[in-house]
């Protein structure tokens, strides 16, 4: 019976149509050129293609499975939209799926599809949204919205899910304007084969709420991923066994555990950092858990080669011992002009290969590397608390002054790090702003100071420490030398008979050798 109906199809699309299609056709509703969207597929698959086809579905709910499968183009390109209605006013839910069917919509072996502006709402156990497999090409993914069950983090609630079959892979794939939240993964690729290479995809300006993983990319080449958004995310971006070009800016990432990841990568020998202007942060929060912090990791470059990064910004403030604000690990990769903060347990870095007579050495300059803990550095097992000892290993000056930042941007204005480091090819910061050509900013941020404003120049000489006084607090005073630095030795006179408060003394610009800091 159901091949009777499939037949009868067929021959309805071939007298409708003339076993040709092209141009506009509605979904759904009274008066429209098909009833739901298995129809309109349907009719694809029987006629010649001869122009692009849109298929603008009306306002509704529409169930899977579709499934587009083995569908001839003809070079031409497949529009399903929701037209000039709002993606909340066209949903797809899924069937009752099983580890068989888990998709709302199927895209295998087919090429040049564009799916725009729906809501995704899946439910149950297998709640997978969009699944792609095969030799699928130029597949656009662009202003939907994914709404998927919370807390999850199994392998069956992806909102898009890539898959390859055997050697065959999707290439020149789009994901765009996307908004996702909660479920476990929220893009993916699953590669089953060492020769697998998904190739030239853009991610792009997608926000992520929630959800166990973010992006999860493994074996392809040619990638971009820049002004995506995640929020409360427990893994950011994860990248694994990829190739060629590279380009990661301008994302702010603040997940739990993981911001962003790169291991077994060997990308083309960049001449500018091609890991620039991201803000990174991870709080360390438990996702299996409600009691104590995890280990939590900000930029980790891993068994890598050719990675640059520079002009980013990332802290953590994980109290597990665990944690390392960067890693850098592979040969010839470069850390330049960031900002690694570590507010809580562990690590601010952990490298290795970086003396100057290794070979194909990693590079690690100019950069602030700051931990309020008790360790600032680790190589292989030794751990390190001072700059000093990390800068003889690095050849190169690195800081390791208090950024105080400023807001969820970590935006800092501390005036010993303003046009620290010489240009590293980057012209404009996170928000666009120009950067110096000569002595651009550390970090994320382009800032100017007033140099002339004597609340910023370096401390000098005595300062009276009390009511009245220059500083009401010892901390204020403690605060202040970690914030301006000092040029020439310090004194604190205490003018006050007693202090009611707990001192917490950072570390100082400047101080050192012959410049001390003395209260008195």
């Given at each position: 019976?159901?091949?009777?109906?499939?037949?009868?199809?067929?021959?309805?699309?071939?007298?409708?149509?003339?076993?040709?299609?092209?141009?506009?056709?509605?979904?759904?509703?009274?008066?429209?050129?098909?009833?739901?969207?298995?129809?309109?597929?349907?009719?694809?698959?029987?006629?010649?293609?001869?122009?692009?086809?849109?298929?603008?579905?009306?306002?509704?709910?529409?169930?899977?499975?579709?499934?587009?499968?083995?569908?001839?183009?003809?070079?031409?390109?497949?529009?399903?939209?929701?037209?000039?209605?709002?993606?909340?006013?066209?949903?797809?839910?899924?069937?009752?799926?099983?580890?068989?069917?888990?998709?709302?919509?199927?895209?295998?072996?087919?090429?040049?599809?564009?799916?725009?502006?729906?809501?995704?709402?899946?439910?149950?156990?297998?709640?997978?949204?969009?699944?792609?497999?095969?030799?699928?090409?130029?597949?656009?993914?662009?202003?939907?919205?994914?709404?998927?069950?919370?807390?999850?983090?199994?392998?069956?609630?992806?909102?898009?899910?890539?898959?390859?079959?055997?050697?065959?892979?999707?290439?020149?794939?789009?994901?765009?304007?996307?908004?996702?939240?909660?479920?476990?993964?929220?893009?993916?690729?699953?590669?089953?084969?060492?020769?697998?290479?998904?190739s030239n995809w853009t991610i792009q300006a997608n926000v992520h709420?929630?959800?166990?993983?973010?992006?999860?990319?493994?074996?392809?080449?040619?990638?971009?991923?820049?002004?995506?958004?995640?929020?409360?995310?427990?893994?950011?971006?994860?990248?694994?066994?990829?190739?060629?070009?590279?380009?990661?800016?301008?994302?702010?990432?603040?997940?739990?555990?993981?911001?962003?990841?790169?291991?077994?990568?060997?990308?083309?020998?960049?001449?500018?950092?091609?890991?620039?202007?991201?803000?990174?942060?991870?709080?360390?929060?438990?996702?299996?858990?409600?009691?104590?912090?995890?280990?939590?990791?900000?930029?980790?470059?891993?068994?890598?080669?050719?990675?640059?990064?520079?002009?980013?910004?990332?802290?953590?403030?994980?109290?597990?011992?665990?944690?390392?604000?960067?890693?850098?690990?592979?040969?010839?990769?470069?850390?330049?002009?960031?900002?690694?903060?570590?507010?809580?347990?562990?690590?601010?870095?952990?490298?290795?290969?970086?003396?100057?007579?290794?070979?194909?050495?990693?590079?690690?300059?100019?950069?602030?590397?700051?931990?309020?803990?008790?360790?600032?550095?680790?190589?292989?097992?030794?751990?390190?608390?001072?700059?000093?000892?990390?800068?003889?290993?690095?050849?190169?000056?690195?800081?390791?002054?208090?950024?105080?930042?400023?807001?969820?941007?970590?935006?800092?204005?501390?005036?010993?790090?303003?046009?620290?480091?010489?240009?590293?090819?980057?012209?404009?910061?996170?928000?666009?702003?120009?950067?110096?050509?000569?002595?651009?900013?550390?970090?994320?941020?382009?800032?100017?100071?007033?140099?002339?404003?004597?609340?910023?120049?370096?401390?000098?000489?005595?300062?009276?420490?009390?009511?009245?006084?220059?500083?009401?607090?010892?901390?204020?005073?403690?605060?202040a030398l970690a914030f301006r630095g000092i040029n020439n030795p310090i004194t604190g006179d205490l003018s006050d008979g007693?202090?009611?408060?707990?001192?917490?003394?950072?570390?100082?610009?400047?101080?050192?050798?012959?410049?001390?800091?003395?209260?008195?």
């Amino acid at each position: 019976m159901k091949q009777l109906l499939f037949i009868m199809l067929l021959l309805l699309s071939c007298i409708l149509y003339g076993q040709t299609m092209q141009g506009n056709y509605s979904i759904g509703g009274d008066g429209a050129d098909f009833d739901d969207l298995d129809n309109a597929i349907t009719a694809l698959h029987a006629a010649s293609i001869t122009g692009n086809v849109y298929l603008y579905l009306n306002p509704g709910t529409y169930t899977g499975p579709y499934i587009i499968e083995n569908l001839d183009m003809a070079g031409y390109t497949l529009y399903i939209s929701s037209g000039t209605y709002s993606s909340d006013e066209v949903i797809f839910t899924n069937h009752a799926a099983t580890s068989q069917d888990n998709y709302i919509i199927l895209i295998k072996n087919s090429s040049n599809i564009r799916i725009d502006d729906f809501d995704f709402a899946p439910t149950g156990q297998y709640s997978r949204s969009i699944m792609v497999s095969g030799d699928s090409n130029d597949i656009s993914i662009t202003n939907n919205r994914f709404f998927n069950t919370s807390g999850t983090n199994t392998s069956n609630n992806e909102s898009v899910y890539f898959r390859s079959e055997s050697a065959n892979d999707a290439d020149n794939v789009l994901i765009q304007f996307n908004q996702f939240f909660d479920g476990s993964y929220h893009v993916q690729i699953n590669s089953s084969n060492y020769d697998n290479n998904f190739s030239n995809w853009t991610i792009q300006a997608n926000v992520h709420m929630g959800g166990y993983h973010g992006i999860s990319l493994n074996r392809g080449s040619n990638l971009e991923i820049y002004g995506n958004t995640m929020i409360n995310t427990n893994n950011g971006i994860s990248i694994s066994s990829y190739s060629g070009s590279l380009l990661i800016n301008k994302n702010r990432l603040y997940t739990w555990v993981n911001g962003l990841s790169l291991d077994g990568c060997d990308f083309n020998t960049p001449a500018t950092p091609n890991i620039y202007n991201n803000i990174i942060r991870a709080n360390g929060t438990n996702w299996y858990s409600s009691s104590g912090s995890a280990n939590a990791y900000g930029l980790s470059v891993l068994n890598s080669k050719d990675v640059y990064a520079a002009h980013n910004s990332i802290e953590l403030s994980s109290s597990a011992s665990g944690s390392v604000v960067a890693t850098i690990v592979g040969t010839r990769n470069i850390f330049r002009k960031n900002h690694f903060v570590n507010l809580g347990g562990g690590y601010s870095l952990n490298f290795i290969n970086t003396e100057p007579d290794v070979t194909n050495r990693n590079l690690v300059e100019y950069n602030n590397i700051y931990a309020s803990g008790t360790n600032l550095g680790k190589r292989s097992n030794t751990s390190l608390r001072d700059i000093d000892e990390m800068n003889v290993l690095f050849g190169c000056y690195n800081a390791d002054f208090n950024p105080f930042f400023e807001d969820e941007y970590l935006r800092s204005n501390a005036p010993r790090l303003n046009n620290l480091g010489p240009y590293a090819g980057i012209d404009e910061d996170f928000f666009g702003n120009p950067r110096s050509d000569t002595a651009p900013d550390i970090g994320a941020h382009e800032y100017d100071i007033d140099s002339f404003d004597p609340l910023l120049a370096p401390m000098e000489g005595s300062y009276t420490i009390g009511v009245g006084g220059d500083y009401t607090t010892v901390n204020a005073f403690a605060h202040a030398l970690a914030f301006r630095g000092i040029n020439n030795p310090i004194t604190g006179d205490l003018s006050d008979g007693e202090y009611n408060e707990q001192v917490s003394f950072d570390r100082i610009p400047g101080s050192g050798h012959d410049r001390f800091v003395t209260i008195r």
